[in-house]
């Protein structure tokens, strides 16, 4: 089967620096702004910070896949005495809760790293160095890539139908 080089690209997060500043939220939803940089809405961000101020929590998650299912349990992460969220870590954008959707259309939100960008806007503008920006080679199968792109195409249409699809995707053209 043929091989193709994928560039992995990955933001590390030192969440114990964070101090909840959200600079990385303004910044993100200014750059996916149509036109770019005309407004500025967290609810649009694709990096959010789950907040719990008495718990002295400032934990940033990046927009992950769509799925239509939310899970059937939840997970409760205890780490060095705080007790996080249920769900505090997960990036999907699911049915349980109005994180990572766009708030007039409803179509899910997705980190795309700023394609485009040598670094990330969320890396470049968190002043803390929370968030380090790290890329690297791997060698996949080529089916494998086309068949996963495919995948997640196909699961929006049947969310969203062809329409909305395809207007957002002419909108996201229009703007680069
Ligand atoms: S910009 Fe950095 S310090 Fe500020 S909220 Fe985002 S991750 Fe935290
Ligand atoms: S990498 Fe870009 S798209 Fe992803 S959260 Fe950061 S600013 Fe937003």
């Not at 939840?74 to 994180?99: N, Q, W």
């Not at 996963?148 to 229009?174: C, P, W």
């Amino acid at each position: 089967m043929a091989k193709v080089t994928k560039k992995v690209k990955r933001i590390k997060i030192d969440a114990d620096k964070c101090n909840g500043c959200r600079g990385c939220e303004i910044i993100c939803s200014a750059y996916h702004a149509t036109p770019r940089y005309s407004t500025i809405n967290p609810a649009r961000s694709r990096i959010r910070v789950i907040t719990n101020r008495l718990e002295d929590i400032w934990l940033p998650v990046f927009a992950g896949e769509y799925t239509a299912a939310e899970c059937l349990g939840r997970d409760v992460y205890v780490i060095d005495g705080k007790e996080y969220d249920e769900c505090g870590f997960c990036r999907a954008v699911c049915p349980s809760r109005d994180l990572f959707k766009d708030p007039d259309s409803g179509l899910p939100l997705k980190c795309d790293m700023c394609e485009g960008e040598e670094i990330p806007q969320c890396v470049q503008w968190c002043l803390n160095d929370v968030l380090v920006y790290e890329e690297r080679e791997e060698e996949v199968d080529e089916e494998f890539e086309i068949t996963m792109a495919e995948a997640g195409v196909d699961s929006l249409i049947n969310q969203y139908g062809l329409d909305k699809v395809a207007d957002m995707v002419a909108r996201r053209r229009k703007d680069r």
